[in-house]
């Protein structure tokens, strides 16, 4: 398994020191983020984007993405300028990707309309975007059927991929994987015996464990042998998980758990 590190798992953590923690643990990469803002977390410290792409370098992690656009699918000249100024800071820091996030409010979105106005702005970069159904009641996309039907219709498959993430995958009842449409897979864990799938929220999302309910080692040994090939990335909301101080001795146990349950089901 090639693993990766989403930076809301350690939104604490100087860039510097993340980066240091991402290459200690021998992820392929990393994703950052413009939205931890509440964290006193600037999008990349405030750094220039030549400074991350050297950071980068200098540790050999690659920069898997970076997230966010959100709402991408209430489509307008404001969310269209949003799209295409995260797409230059990412060209400039050499990121791989973009992530686009559906509205989760309980109000619909528009779906082709944001895909047909991305599409431009992502061919004309050389980017691929990384769209993440999410798989809350009140979210506007939760199936990746529909995501992929419509990227499909479109016409649109080497502007547009998906994020298989493994909570929103349970969340949402599962269904088709896609494997040869996923980007980029996002792993965290939920372990509370009590809590109903309809009760689980962002901050439950912990590091994945014996306990774990999602069955993270079986949807991604399913995805394995359907031919996905790409990192898997932590992404944990959980503010404990947050707030570790030495985050690698907890992340390194659970990465070598879900290497091994994953190993048993793939043979």
């Not at 993340?18 to 931890?36: I, K, P, S, T, Y």
């Not at 690659?62 to 656009?69: E, F, K, T």
């Not at 559906?102 to 309309?113: I, S, T, V």
């Not at 199936?143 to 349970?170: C, P, W």
Request: aromatic share 6%; with cysteine; net charge negative.
């Amino acid at each position: 398994m090639k693993f990766a590190l989403n930076q809301m798992t350690a939104p604490y953590l100087p860039l510097p020191a993340f980066l240091d923690l991402a290459r200690d643990l021998g992820c392929a990469g990393v994703e950052l983020r413009n939205d931890l803002d509440g964290f006193g977390r600037p999008v990349f410290d405030g750094q220039a984007p030549g400074q991350v792409q050297a950071m980068l370098r200098d540790r050999g992690l690659r920069l898997l993405g970076l997230s966010q656009v959100y709402p991408f699918n209430c489509w307008d000249a404001a969310r269209a300028a949003e799209v295409a100024t995260l797409i230059g800071l990412a060209q400039r820091a050499g990121a791989e990707s973009i992530s686009l996030i559906p509205r989760n409010d309980g109000a619909p979105g528009d779906l082709r309309p944001a895909l047909e106005g991305c599409q431009p702005l992502l061919e004309k970069a050389g980017m691929v975007a990384l769209v993440e159904p999410l798989g809350f009641a009140r979210s506007s996309l939760r199936q990746k059927s529909e995501l992929v039907e419509q990227i499909g219709a479109l016409g649109m498959g080497a502007q547009f991929r998906i994020v298989h993430d493994t909570f929103h995958h349970h969340l949402a009842g599962g269904g088709p994987l896609y494997a040869t449409e996923t980007g980029l897979v996002h792993v965290s864990g939920v372990v509370h015996p009590d809590l109903p799938v309809d009760g689980m929220e962002d901050h439950h999302r912990v590091l994945v464990d014996g306990r774990d309910r999602l069955d993270n080692a079986g949807q991604i040994a399913a995805l394995i042998r359907a031919g996905y090939d790409g990192e898997f990335s932590y992404e944990c909301f959980a503010p404990g998980i947050q707030a570790l101080s030495e985050p690698l001795p907890a992340l390194r146990r659970s990465f070598d758990h879900l290497s091994r349950a994953v190993a048993e089901r793939t043979g």
